[in-house]
């Protein structure tokens, strides 16, 4: 029988103090990104869906915090916590944003969980992102893009949200944990000590 004091999966002091940590670095952070989509709108109208290509920037947190704690409900702390604090500073989207980051911190904790939070490596990042930006399609698939042609927007909205969350929250956390592991700010975790990963 395991006990608390070597369950693996047991969080630490370290942990919350962390996952917080980049829950409220990534809420302002979204608070900013959030000015960046209105300001690039624009940018997109010849393709409006395309704008979708910037979403996966809401998705980071959630698989930054699932690389770096790899304990169960890592992504989905941490991605609520983050949509929380940028609800609190106030964004176009209202409160809504919190039952979707919710969501979202639940399809990337899923990649984690598939592999029982053994495996951390770019594919696991990936997966963690794919899923988290395929929740967030279905989310504004039935609340914010309903009302949108299906196959001129709906779809390629998409399909921009699911690429742009696999590489920019997939990919882009991994190598944020890359260039952070030989710094040393990271040795408290497995992430950190790990010099090499694949």
């Known amino acids: 029988m395991t006990t608390n004091s070597t369950n693996p999966n047991r969080w630490r002091t370290i942990d ?5 940590v980049i829950a409220v670095a990534f809420g ?9 989509w209105a300001a690039t709108e ?3 109208l010849f393709f409006p869906p395309a704008q ?17 704690i790899r304990k169960p409900g890592a992504a989905f702390f941490t991605e609520t ?3 929380i604090i940028s609800a609190l500073l106030g964004n176009k989207w209202g409160a809504t944003v919190i039952i979707q980051g919710a969501a979202q911190g639940l399809g990337a904790e899923l990649a984690f969980a598939l592999f029982r939070y053994r495996v951390f490596t770019l594919p696991t990042g990936m997966l963690a992102g794919f899923l988290a930006g395929l929740v967030a399609a279905v989310f504004d698939w039935y609340v914010w893009t309903y009302t949108y042609a299906l196959w ?16 920019l929250a997939g990919a882009g956390a991994w190598l944020l944990v890359r260039a952070l592991a ?5 040795d408290r975790f497995e ?6 990963l694949i």
């Open 42 to 44: 624009n940018a997109f």
């Open 191 to 196: 992430a950190g000590r790990e010099r090499a």
């Open 152 to 167: 001129n927007y709906r779809v390629p909205y998409a399909l921009f949200t699911v690429v742009s969350a696999t590489v």
């Open 52 to 68: 979708a290509i910037l979403y996966g920037m809401w998705f980071l947190p959630a698989v930054l915090s699932g690389l770096i």
């Open 16 to 20: 919350i103090v962390i996952a917080s």
């Open 81 to 83: 916590v983050a949509a």
């Open 28 to 36: 302002v952070i979204f608070w900013a990104w959030d000015a960046v």
């Open 182 to 186: 030989p710094t040393g700010v990271l």
